[in-house]
């Protein structure tokens, strides 16, 4: 059985860069798993009457990636992430999915959705381009700038999603610097170094290194969100021109061509395991319930993989699970909450 079969999934409707018909392509593909869709956008253009499991809620507001997401979203509230998010909220559908702004989308999900008890700041994570291994990394680009006890609740809050939904028994955390050593990187770095040292519940591995990355050296890696946006930017571009440049080299000659030829059903798994439609997009961790913000480049394979995310995700509980394993670590004494003890409440 598919995960997150019969799984009701709230979709943005508009924002996908290849347009309506790529979207709706999605759409068709994660119904054709059992995955229930309702689709904030508009019918005439989605084109998706009569698609069993799907519904269209027309709607002809929204946000681009032009407008100041939270005065947009706090200002209109009939765009469509708003009620995608309106629709989570009020048990209608079990997790979101956008295509569109990533600001936009991280506003809607904030506001409407709410934040776990005691999370300062949700973080995006993704899983890294790795073969063969998951490795979750935060922050993707939610926050450009963090202080040190941001970067421990990180830690926690991607410890906990990997436990619960990759299922990595005590995943290994590792803090993105300059150095292995705890005194290199700037100064929340070396602070949240400090911090998570002492921190029970998780299983800290220490600094990691960009080099590091790649080579799946921790089960999560946390960073901040414009060292993180960047560093994830520079892997998919490298595994994208790393790919070309194979291609080219296998069809540079009739030998290279026969090698091609004969390799050429691993570095097709390879490949799409590398491309970023294959991860379906960026969970936004430490809300009550699951917002995926997809890639806006995304291919019908790339929207249909973030609806199959957040379908997933809300089959196993994810944000629940998360939460009492943030209360199992004992995360609110100094951890998670700088300090409180009043609990992380799903």
């Known amino acids: 059985m598919p995960a997150g079969r019969g799984v009701t999934v709230a979709l943005d409707g508009f924002g996908a860069e290849r347009g309506f018909g790529v979207l709706a392509e999605g759409a068709r593909l994660a119904a054709a798993d059992g995955i229930r869709l309702r689709v904030f956008g508009p019918p005439r253009e989605l084109g998706l009457d009569g698609v069993d499991g799907v519904e269209v809620i027309p709607t002809s507001e929204w946000v681009g990636n032009e407008d100041d997401p939270v005065p947009a979203v706090r200002a209109v509230k009939e765009v469509s992430v708003v009620r995608a998010a309106r629709d989570v909220a009020a048990g209608r559908a079990g997790a979101m999915a956008s295509p569109g702004s990533t600001g936009a989308t991280m506003a809607a999900a904030t506001f409407g959705l709410r934040r776990l008890r005691g999370v300062q700041r949700p973080a995006l994570a993704v899983r890294l381009p790795v073969p063969g291994k998951p490795v979750l990394f935060l922050d993707a680009g939610a926050n450009v700038e963090v202080r040190a006890q941001h970067l421990v609740q990180f830690a926690f809050l991607g410890a906990a999603f990997s436990e619960a939904v990759l299922g990595v028994e ?146 196993v509980d994810a944000a629940g699970r998360t939460a009492a394993l943030l209360r199992e670590g004992g995360v609110t004494r100094g951890s998670l909450a700088a300090g409180r003890r009043d609990g992380v409440d799903a």
């Open 170 to 315: 005590r995943p290994r955390v590792g803090l993105l610097s300059v150095g292995e050593e705890a005194g290199k990187g700037r100064e929340e770095t070396v602070a949240a170094h400090a911090l998570l040292s002492e921190a029970g519940g998780i299983e800290f591995s220490g600094n990691v290194e960009g080099s590091d990355l790649p080579a799946g050296a921790a089960d999560v890696v946390v960073t901040d969100g414009f060292t993180g946006n960047v560093a994830l930017k520079l892997m998919e571009g490298t595994a994208r021109t790393v790919t070309a440049a194979i291609r080219d080299a296998a069809r540079s000659n009739p030998l290279a061509a026969l090698g091609g030829l004969l390799m050429r059903p691993a570095l097709g798994g390879l490949r799409r395991e590398l491309h970023p439609d294959t991860t379906g997009g960026a969970i936004l961790l430490g809300l009550r319930s699951i917002a995926v913000v997809g890639h806006g480049s995304s291919g019908a394979e790339g929207i249909a993989n973030a609806v199959r995310l957040a379908a997933r995700c809300a089959e």
